[in-house]
């Protein structure tokens, strides 16, 4: 059985795998990897962005670690054969409904946010994203012609139901219990009915089964207001597919860059976890060795200690990027100048 699958990708995407390799290498000689082509360069060889070949892969390996998808080379492409197309097959094929992006600052890099240490320092919170409902993949989605030439109409449908709801606040109450015990559920309940729904189903799953831990509803819009002015407060906060994609990159900049946050997706216990760097494919700087590789080898840290079963290489990984980065290892992004491999070797000489 393959333990970790890797899909480097598009642009940035092999650089940062590259590094990932090398790490796993020196942490540990028993761990069964492959690699597949994924997006723009899967529809280059193979037509389409995600082969059944390597989706079949990905959901009988333990854990799959995706680099990045998509570029201006493959902007013209079918929708459906698009880069992006594979990322979002890929979460739906496997099953992934819960997104963990932690949003944490590490101790070196509290100067480098936009915001002032005060603000940052010490600041350790997780966005919790349902992933495979909502806007994104809800039906139907199409653009059509108006009458009369004027124009044209764009549809997108936002859908959900109890169970995709309640499946994700599940997590997100799990994991405050084994952190500050705080959940925040953001959505927009006062302008969606979808959001109402959101809100009815958290409201009853923790008076339910979660009590325990302490409740807090927010607005989506006053959550990205509260981010940038007292992210402190927050310990967990759920949210769905959208607000989530567009809250927890505001929170990256927080920590001092896109760089450095990791993120896992998780499904039911039993199946592989999907993890990947935030970052993007970057293809303005593909190719220049400049990448920062950290968000791509905390992914692996994720993924060690939540699919692969190895929490004590999970600490050893993370204590080694925290050390490389207080000895000044910095890459463009974090205001320094060595390059991705360079910060691959300093991470690698704190293991």
Not at 60 to 77: F, H, N, Q
Not at 156 to 170: G, L
Not at 250 to 270: C, E, I
């Amino acid at each position: 059985m393959t333990d970790l699958l890797l899909l480097p990708g598009d642009g940035i995407g092999p650089e940062v795998t590259a590094q990932v390799r090398r790490v796993a290498a020196r942490l540990t000689n028993d761990l069964q990897i492959e690699e597949r082509p994924f997006g723009g360069i899967s529809f280059d060889q193979h037509g389409v962005p995600l082969t059944d070949e390597t989706l079949a892969l990905a959901k009988a390996s333990k854990a799959v670690l995706m680099g990045a998808v998509g570029g201006p080379k493959w902007k013209d492409a079918p929708r459906d054969k698009r880069p992006e197309a594979g990322l979002l097959g890929l979460r739906a094929g496997m099953g992934v409904f819960a997104n963990l992006r932690p949003a944490l600052c590490f101790q070196p890099l509290a100067d480098a946010s936009s915001l002032k240490r005060e603000i940052v320092e010490g600041l350790d919170f997780m966005i919790v994203r349902e992933l495979t409902g909502g806007i994104y993949f809800g039906e139907p989605r199409y653009i059509e012609d108006l009458p009369d030439g004027q124009g044209k109409r764009a549809v997108d449908t936002q859908v959900y139901t109890t169970m995709e709801i309640e499946r994700v606040a599940r997590v997100a109450f799990e994991l405050a219990r084994g952190r500050r015990n705080k959940v925040h559920s953001a959505e927009k309940s006062n302008v969606m009915d979808t959001g109402l729904l959101w809100r009815q189903v958290v409201t009853e799953l923790h008076a339910r089964d979660y009590a325990d831990v302490e409740l807090e509803h927010i607005l989506a819009d006053n959550a990205a207001m509260q981010i940038v002015k007292n992210p402190k407060q927050f310990d967990v906060m759920v949210t769905d597919n959208l607000f989530g994609d567009i809250l927890s990159d505001a929170a990256a900049q927080l920590t001092g860059s896109l760089g450095m946050l990791p993120s896992a997706a998780l499904g039911l216990p039993g199946t592989p976890g999907l993890y990947e760097p935030i970052h993007g494919s970057a293809p303005d700087i593909a190719g220049k060795g400049i990448a920062n590789p950290l968000a791509a080898i905390l992914s692996f840290e994720m993924a060690l200690r939540w699919s692969l079963g190895r929490p004590e290489l999970a600490d050893r990984l993370f204590a080694a990027v925290e050390r490389a980065l207080e000895k000044g290892a910095r890459t463009p992004d974090l205001g320094g100048a060595i390059g991705t491999e360079a910060m691959g070797d300093a991470v690698l000489a704190e293991l």
